[in-house]
């Protein structure tokens, strides 16, 4: 059970807008920035956002992030058939175990 | 452009240690806004981080795997390495090595990931 939690599926039209949500606790996400990943089958993790909102260069800006208190969102609009995949988010975790990483459980994102 | 591969046995008994080793080219591990990364992924499952070393050798682990796990840093090779013993079948998973980057704390280079299977 991950401290940080995603619903398991998510699901849209082509050219839809969808929304995956990350909740967390005022250690992790109330209190550091969030990445988020993007897993194709097969293949290894690839970063969508990171410092919460800002996008790598080369990932086209339907991708967007945002934080509100211990919950964040990743917003993907124009939904395309190319973006069904797993969609990871994540952030640092200073409890009193220590500092450590934490990702959510992944959600399935289904293009219909 | 940086690239990160992953290298070690696909075969662990269980009770031994499980080795990998991360080796890193087109950029220097020594960077000091870097840190370096394991995340595994059991089959079916999502990405559990297990630890991540910073050049001048400070690591963090993954508090429920902290007693098993050790990560190194070999700078003169340009490669870190993951040591986690005592394995179970619970520790079958595709192992990953990532790069980090502080003023931005995501993981924005991957290697491609190794299956490693514990059986005997």
């Known amino acids: 059970q991950s401290v940080v939690t995603q619903p398991p599926s998510a699901s849209g039209s082509p050219g839809q807008r969808v929304t995956i949500s990350c909740s967390g606790g005022s250690t992790n996400i109330g209190s550091n920035s969030v990445s988020w990943y993007q897993q194709l089958p097969g293949t290894a993790p690839k970063l969508l956002i990171y410092s919460t909102d800002q996008r790598p260069s080369g990932i086209p800006d339907r991708f967007s992030g945002s934080k509100s208190g211990t919950s964040a969102s990743l917003a993907i609009s124009g939904l395309r058939s190319e973006d069904e995949a797993d969609y990871y988010c994540a952030a640092w975790d200073n409890s009193l175990s220590g500092l450590a990483w934490v990702f959510g459980g992944g959600t399935k994102l289904t293009v219909l | 452009q940086l690239q990160l591969q992953e290298s070690g046995p696909g075969l662990v008994k269980p009770s031994e240690t499980l080795s990998l080793t991360c080796t890193v080219s087109?950029?220097?591990?020594?960077?000091?806004?870097?840190?370096w990364g394991w995340i595994r992924q059991p089959p079916g499952k999502g990405l559990e981080w297990i630890g991540s070393v910073y050049y001048r050798g400070n690591t963090y682990y993954n508090p429920s795997l902290k007693s098993r796990v050790a990560i190194s840093i070999d700078t003169s090779r340009n490669q870190f390495s993951l040591k986690l013993n005592s394995v179970t079948a619970a520790d079958t998973a595709v192992y990953s090595c990532?790069?980090?980057?502080?003023?931005?704390?995501?993981?924005?280079?991957w290697g491609q990931g190794t299956l490693v299977t514990v059986s005997s």
């Open positions: 990532a790069k980090g980057f502080s003023g931005s704390s995501s993981f924005d280079f």
């Open positions: 087109g950029g220097s591990i020594t960077n000091t806004n870097d840190y």
